[in-house]
């Protein structure tokens, strides 16, 4: 997935803000596969177990028997069909998750090569906001940030100025 380009910017803004939101002691299923973030918090000291690649529209046993008292979630609810399954299944009373934020001037995402790798939800914050409220969620704080590019064109100027990605760190009500 990263074999071109790493979100170096993501992933800086990413660990910055949970380490803002969440202690070193405590232990963390990350959903999704293990992955270089997943390095990166085990090498800013966290503990951290990673789901196995089940279909977690399907299968939500492993988030429903873990003992982990933080549940992140990178970049995951918007390949997912229904979120919302997922969210209500979490047993622990914390939650960080970021996502891509909907672009009005780009379609959404859709690898022709990977079934895997495909977003059937891309969020504008209000939306993401209300299914994390909906599912039994408060969240605490956000933030945002914008993802530029180096290519010529309108869409990559755009790309300046537009949040692309957007991070929450919840409670469980």
């Known amino acids: 997935m990263y074999e071109k380009t790493f979100p170096n910017k993501r992933f800086k803004h990413t660990i910055e803000f949970l380490e803002k939101h969440v202690s070193g002691t405590e232990s963390i299923l990350d959903l999704g596969v293990e992955n270089p973030f997943s390095s990166i918090m085990k090498e800013h000291g966290y503990s951290v177990e990673n789901t196995k690649g089940e279909d977690l529209d399907i299968d939500t046993s492993t988030i429903e028997n873990s003992k982990a008292s933080v549940i992140t979630a990178f970049e995951i609810f ?62 605490i704080d956000s933030q945002k940030w914008t993802n530029p590019t180096k290519k010529i064109g309108i869409r990559p100027i755009l790309r300046h100025f537009t949040p692309r990605y957007y991070i929450v760190y919840a409670e469980r009500v």
């Open 78 to 139: 918007e390949h997912l069909l229904s979120p919302f399954t997922v969210l209500k299944s979490i047993k622990a009373d914390k939650l960080v998750a970021s996502i891509p934020l909907k672009l009005w001037f780009s379609s959404a995402y859709r690898s022709k090569t990977d079934m895997l790798d495909r977003h059937y939800h891309e969020f504008e914050d209000w939306q993401f906001d209300w299914l994390l409220e909906k599912s039994g969620w408060k969240i």
